[in-house]
Structures are given as structure tokens and as C-alpha cells.
């Protein structure tokens, strides 16, 4: 049996993916950064409206903003998404759908199980 030996650009090319994924699932821990990412989908926004979108105070917004800054870009004073932003929200409706329909299937099965049918 072979052993496959990683040559170290492709070690690297992994590790480089491995640390983007960390860094998006990082991100979208946190409540409030998932809901300015979800925000800025909508299009680009500036400071004053993110702050009312969000309903924080500005020493807070800047501390998220600051942790979701390799998902944005400002440009002329507005806030909007970057391509890896946008595949962020995509991954949050994917989830939140599969989410959705897991959850209709568990509610079935037990309405079944309730009414023996």
C-alpha cells in the first residue's frame, strides 16, 4: 500500500481553506454578526444604518465590524459585502433551510406517533 505524500503547496492550499472555514464559523458565532452580514445582503449601508439595523451602540458596532471585516469592504463610506460575505449568507440559508425542514419532519413524526396514523 502507498502512502500519498502531501507536497507542501498542497498542504498549504488545505490549510489555507481549513483556516478559512475556521474563520466564517468563527464569525457567524455570534448572533450580532450574523445579523449585520444578513443586513449588508440587502445592499450597502452606511455606518448610521447598520447602527439602527442592528440596534447597538457605536464602541459595539465597531467591535463587530472589526470581526467581520474579511467579509466587507468600505468603499465611499459605505459598508457592503465581499464575495466570501456573500457566500456566508448563503451558507446561513442553507442551513437555516435544511434547519426548517428537519424540524417539519420531527413535528410529522411525532403528530404520527400522537395520533397513530
Do not use: C, W
Not at 411525532?110 to 396514523?117: I, P, T
Amino acid at each position: 500500500m502507498a502512502i500519498e505524500v502531501l507536497d507542501s503547496r498542497k498542504y498549504k492550499e488545505m490549510s489555507n481553506a481549513d483556516d478559512a472555514l475556521s474563520d466564517v464559523f468563527g464569525i457567524l458565532r455570534h448572533p450580532i454578526r450574523r445579523k449585520i452580514v444578513l443586513l449588508l445582503s440587502t445592499g450597502p449601508k452606511r455606518y448610521s444604518d447598520i447602527i439602527k439595523g442592528v440596534d447597538l451602540y457605536t464602541g459595539h458596532l465597531y467591535y463587530h465590524l472589526n470581526a467581520v471585516k474579511v467579509m466587507i469592504k468600505k468603499t465611499d463610506g459605505f459598508y457592503e459585502l465581499n464575495e466570501l460575505g456573500f457566500k456566508a449568507v448563503e451558507l446561513m440559508r442553507e442551513i437555516d433551510s435544511t434547519q426548517k425542514t428537519v424540524d417539519e419532519s420531527k413535528k410529522d413524526k411525532s403528530d404520527k406517533e400522537v395520533f397513530n396514523y
